[in-house]
């Protein structure tokens, strides 16, 4: 079955950096597109970014747009979320999840791995 395995949360300083990994398995992902969310603490979920694994098109809200990359590894099967200049506000759980391309909802969600920026 499709599993999605995040990892790299953590603690870090206001202005710090950190890089998250979600590592997808179970089926082939080439046509399907990868995403980012997070929830923070008393917030809905919300969409931080996504690739494309065929073609490699990203998007990106904008309030991340400028500080975050989205990357993937096809060798590894792999998508990466590197945070730049994080602010306080990016304190949440980061979920990793997948959706066909041409799916309105990800099909497939990660467990999570927590952010925390310290001000």
């Known amino acids: 079955q499709v599993q999605l395995v995040e990892s790299g949360g953590g603690l870090v300083q206001t202005g710090g950096s950190l890089r998250l990994s979600c590592a997808a398995s179970?089926?082939?992902?080439?046509?399907?597109?990868m995403g980012w969310f997070r929830q923070g603490p008393g917030k809905e979920r919300e969409f931080v970014a996504s690739?494309?694994?065929?073609?490699?098109?990203?998007y990106y809200a904008d309030s991340v747009k400028g500080r975050f990359i989205i990357s993937k590894d096809d060798a590894k099967s792999a998508v990466y979320l590197q945070m730049n200049s994080l602010k306080p506000e990016d304190t949440a759980v980061y979920h990793c999840?997948?959706?066909?391309?041409?799916?309105?909802?990800?099909?497939?969600w990660g467990q999570g791995t927590q952010v925390t920026v310290s001000s």
């Open positions: 999840a997948a959706r066909n391309f041409a799916a309105a909802e990800y099909d497939y």
């Open positions: 179970g089926r082939a992902f080439s046509t399907y597109t």
């Open positions: 690739i494309r694994w065929s073609g490699g098109n990203t």
